[in-house]
């Protein structure tokens, strides 16, 4: 048990100093313009539109079976995420949670791991990769970066620290 807890103690060390490191220490007025607008739904939505309209113009009907499971996909992950991983983990958002952090948004309620937007993200970016990978040999690389992208932003708007809180599953 007291390996536990050292462990956990190192680990929530570690989660801190990255946390400080990305919201504070690589701050720059570039980066607080640009962040908020990278994970605001506004801004990728219409791309995943225009995404959506080239695969009709150019796979024709199996253009509308690949978004269909896109969506399909988009909704596992958002629900698993939002109502499945994030109660049973049980992580504050920085903003319900910390002292000394700069906050770039509004902070929303609930928890914050894991980030259902850099989840959802991820799943269709890897999901358009197996299916399209084929085809469109550069896609995996920008969807990898754009997904990337939108995950560092929300740690970087202090939205979600991107560790679980190791105390919480622990038995004493």
């Known amino acids: 048990?007291?390996?536990?807890?050292?462990?956990?103690?190192?680990?929530?060390?570690?989660?801190?100093?990255?946390?400080?490191?990305?919201?504070?220490?690589?701050?720059s007025p570039v980066l607080d313009w640009l962040m908020p607008i990278i994970r605001n739904p506004?801004?990728?939505?219409?791309?995943?539109?225009f995404f959506g309209a080239l695969l009709i113009c150019n796979f024709k009907q199996k253009g509308f079976f690949?978004?269909?499971?896109?969506?399909?996909?988009?909704?596992?992950?958002?629900?698993?995420?939002?109502?499945?991983?994030?109660?049973?983990?049980?992580?504050?958002r920085p903003c319900n949670s910390l002292a000394d952090f700069r906050m770039l948004v509004p902070c929303g309620s609930g928890f914050s791991f894991p980030s259902?937007?850099?989840?959802?993200?991820?799943?269709?970016?890897?999901?358009l990769i197996t299916v399209l990978g084929k085809h469109l040999p550069k896609l995996p690389s920008y969807l990898i970066v754009w997904a990337g992208l939108v995950s560092f932003a929300q740690v970087y708007v202090a939205l979600l620290k991107h560790s679980i809180n190791p105390q919480k599953n622990i038995k004493t």
């Open 66 to 92: 690949i978004i269909g499971f896109a969506v399909l996909a988009f909704i596992i992950s958002d629900q698993l995420s939002a109502h499945l991983i994030k109660p049973w983990v049980g992580r504050l």
């Open 1 to 27: 048990m007291i390996l536990l807890n050292s462990m956990a103690q190192t680990i929530t060390y570690w989660d801190a100093a990255a946390f400080h490191y990305v919201n504070s220490e690589i701050a």
């Open 42 to 49: 506004l801004i990728w939505l219409p791309l995943y539109v």
């Open 116 to 127: 259902t937007h850099a989840t959802n993200h991820f799943m269709i970016s890897v999901f």
